[in-house]
């Protein structure tokens, strides 16, 4: 181990030993989809950790509860709320004019995203897949091209899924874009560098949000789900939450380009004979 003293300069001038809270307060960050599930949670931990925080989501009530019990917390993280559709044509401009009401915009969360349809691919409706790929791969691009122009930009995180890293039958659609997403994370980590700025993705596996609700509703479908899943539950939001706030934080200095799979080592390998 060569002592600290003994590294070069340059490779210890940007590590910061402060907390999660300390690195995190007084930035300001864009949240995607924080009305609920990954993205509420995401919301949550980054405020608790002082970061004022943009709420994006259509559901304007939701974003208000959320504003009011990060206000709760009584640690000066504020908000502001973008109501919109993230695939509408001023949206990123919204997320710009929100953020600069907080500060400088150092931070992005693209967790909004829309589930697949379902089907073979032999019946998927295309018209569907292109707003699939328009919202989960093009607003990503669209918002990082923002977060880079503003000049503040310290590091984004991508929210795609383990359905990006293999393929779910019936669900080419959301895995391909998921998939893209990765692609893309790495395109952008390697492109921002020379502005500082980092870039990586959280790979959740089944998560209890929304999104989730219908299929955890069958206990059958919950018991086969959780079979499969060496640490026997699904994940819940908070989990996938402080991945992504680690990321974010100075503690991921030298991490960028990099997909981590938070899955309960689901794709680790098989578990039972199947
Ligand atoms: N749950 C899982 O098992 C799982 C696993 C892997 C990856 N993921 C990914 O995690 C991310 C978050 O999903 P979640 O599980 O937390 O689902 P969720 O609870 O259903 O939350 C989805 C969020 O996205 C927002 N949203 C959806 N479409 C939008 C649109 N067109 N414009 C603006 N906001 C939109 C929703 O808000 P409004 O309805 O208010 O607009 C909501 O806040 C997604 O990218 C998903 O693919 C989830």
């Known amino acids: 181990m060569v002592p600290a003293t003994a590294l070069p300069i340059d490779a210890r001038s940007t590590r910061n030993h402060g907390s999660f809270m300390e690195e995190l307060q007084n930035q300001v960050g864009v949240v995607t989809g924080a009305s609920s599930g990954i993205g509420r949670a995401t919301a949550l ?30 640690n000066g993280a504020r908000t502001a709320i973008v109501d919109t559709d993230i695939t509408a044509s001023d949206a990123a401009d919204r997320c710009i004019a929100a953020s600069a009401e907080l500060g400088a915009w150092s931070l992005l969360v693209n967790n909004a995203g829309l589930d697949g349809q379902g089907a073979s691919i032999e019946d998927l409706d295309l018209d569907q897949v292109r707003r699939l790929f328009d919202a989960n791969v093009i607003v990503p691009m669209r918002l990082a091209q923002a977060l880079s122009a503003s000049g503040s930009g310290r590091a984004i995180v991508n929210v795609s899924s383990i359905n990006g890293k293999t393929a779910e039958e019936h669900f080419a659609d959301y895995n391909a874009s998921k998939a893209a997403l990765i692609s893309l994370t790495q395109s952008m980590a390697i492109d921002l560098a020379p502005k500082g700025i980092r870039v990586n993705a959280v790979c ?56 981590i799979t938070v899955d309960g080592g689901r794709t680790a390998g098989w578990v039972g004979s199947a």
């Open 45 to 74: 931990a980054l405020a608790a950790a002082g970061t004022h925080v943009v709420l994006v989501a259509r559901r304007r009530d939701r974003l208000e509860q959320l504003a009011t019990e990060i206000d709760g917390l009584g």
């Open 204 to 259: 959740p596996g089944y998560t209890a949000t929304e999104m989730t609700a219908s299929y955890l509703a069958d206990s059958a479908t919950r018991s086969r789900i959780e079979d499969a899943i060496p640490l026997r539950r699904v994940g819940q939001a908070e989990e996938i939450a402080d991945v992504i706030a680690f990321l974010l934080s100075g503690h991921a200095s030298y991490i960028t380009g990099e997909a």
